[in-house]
């Protein structure tokens, strides 16, 4: 089972990962993707975060290189968007110190992509109670068919915010919880896992793991 790096990756990314699957580390860098970006719920709806990168638009660049742009402040950024959106929620502060340091810039600078992402991955999978060894392929594999793509597993193009990508996945059944902001916006299935984290808490690794569809 394969997946990409993804930047606080949403549900159905950690219930492969919890059902083993690896990250692809010998790809391109492929923009507008949950490489770098995720969705959390705010106040007004669905929110994008994402992480700026150094992008090279007449060169390919090996995933493991991608350099992250640090002349925007998005550390910042993100961890504010982060703390007004799930302030009220009932775990937040409950996890909110496992995750503060690696928004504070004087502390924490990782030069790529591929490298925040692992560290955060990492430490959500451990407050997930969920095994925290990635494992990394060490040679690329071309993708699947699309439309054979989960079968196949194969989850690097089906795992994306693009509804033209998108396509059934037998093995997993998205959750239904109480979101922040459950009286003013409708129920939005598969953000980013910290969602879940900061609403469920303690019970998010079983309600991962619940989401795991055994085929």
Not at 183 to 207: H, K, M, W, Y
């Amino acid at each position: 089972m394969l997946v990409t790096t993804a930047y606080l990756g949403n549900l159905q990314y950690f219930a492969k990962l919890a059902s083993g699957a690896a990250i692809e580390g010998c790809e391109n860098f492929q923009k507008q993707t949950y490489r770098n970006r995720a969705e959390v719920m705010t106040a007004t709806g669905v929110r994008t975060l994402t992480v700026p990168v150094v992008w090279d638009h007449r060169a390919k660049m090996p995933i493991r290189t991608v350099r992250i742009d640090y002349t925007l402040p998005w550390q910042r950024e993100h961890w504010r968007t982060l703390t007004a959106a799930y302030a009220a929620a009932p775990y937040f502060d409950h996890y909110a110190e496992r995750l503060a340091p690696f928004y504070d810039p004087t502390h924490y600078h990782p030069e790529t992509l591929f490298k925040l992402n692992s560290d955060l991955t990492v430490r959500l999978l451990g407050l997930l109670g969920l095994p925290d060894a990635l494992h990394v392929t060490e040679e690329y594999t071309a993708p699947a068919p699309l439309d054979a793509a989960a079968v196949a597993g194969d989850f690097r193009d089906i795992i994306s915010h693009k509804p033209r990508l998108r396509r059934p996945d037998p093995t997993f059944r998205m959750p239904e919880y109480y979101q922040v902001f459950a009286d003013r916006n409708a129920f939005a299935p598969n953000l980013s896992v910290v969602d879940l984290l900061f609403c469920e808490g303690p019970a998010t690794g079983q309600i991962i793991r619940q989401s795991v569809v055994n085929p």
